[in-house]
């Protein structure tokens, strides 16, 4: 697929990633124009197995959270000669080939943002544990983001994201932990933003569990999701 002359940044958040981070960065080598891992306190060896691999290495001391990686990334897209940065998970649940069709609308100056949507391709079964609790979960979530960004959304917790250079500036995003891919779609609705979904393939973990918590999450997500809408 043509980039047409567009440079793609990976951002990775990490934490305790070392048994995939070489294999996912290998496999996305040829995509990305660079790849950006932000270490959110990792106490194994993801940061020195990335830095093996040849990716630039952000390293928190602790651990933030997820959002607050993610902000961190944005951070360095804005002041980068990259013109998308696309998000992409550590553990090896999204796939290669997802990545190029997600950027594609942004490339063709279709769309600021654009999400990998799970459930207009494939969610597999045994991806996570608690399968079936943890779609429920995403469905109730996705239908609130829905309603809040009042964006055709249908999976509002996409590890698959991909934004311009011009909607990052945008988004004036807060999260620091859980409620970072939420609060992204409803800050581009609130700021105007041109938003697609793209179906993509979301598959079993390379090694572990996912950290998520299925319990705690509507806890954590919840407030971040009502600021972001309350925010102008």
């Given amino acids: 697929m043509d980039k047409k002359g567009k440079k793609l940044l990976a951002l990775i958040p990490a934490y305790n990633e070392e048994k995939s981070i070489k294999t996912v960065i290998e496999n996305i080598k040829d995509i990305a124009d660079g790849i950006l891992v932000v270490d959110d306190g990792s ?57 190029l069709p997600v950027c594609k609308p942004i490339i063709n100056d279709e769309a600021d943002i654009v999400v990998g949507s799970r459930f207009l391709g494939e969610y597999k079964e045994g991806a996570n544990i608690n399968y079936r609790i943890r779609i429920l979960c995403n469905q109730i979530s996705t239908y609130v983001t829905r309603l809040m960004s009042g964006l055709p959304t249908t999976d509002a917790q996409s590890g698959l994201v991909a934004v311009s250079k011009y909607s990052a500036k945008q988004l004036d995003l807060k999260a620091d932990r859980w409620g970072i891919h939420q609060e992204i779609i409803i800050r581009a609705g609130k700021k105007g933003l041109r938003y697609k979904e793209v179906p993509i393939v979301f598959e079993k973990r390379m090694h572990g569990v996912s950290r998520l918590k299925v319990l705690k999450y509507p806890f954590t997500a919840f407030p971040v999701m009502l600021r972001a809408w309350i925010r102008r």
């Fill in 43 to 99: 106490t194994d060896n993801t940061s020195k197995y990335a830095k093996e691999c040849g990716a630039e290495v952000i390293r928190f001391e602790k651990n933030r959270g997820k959002g607050a990686a993610i902000r961190e990334g944005f951070r360095y897209f804005i002041n980068s000669p990259y013109d998308i940065c696309f998000i992409f998970d550590a553990d090896g649940q999204y796939r290669k080939e997802d990545i």
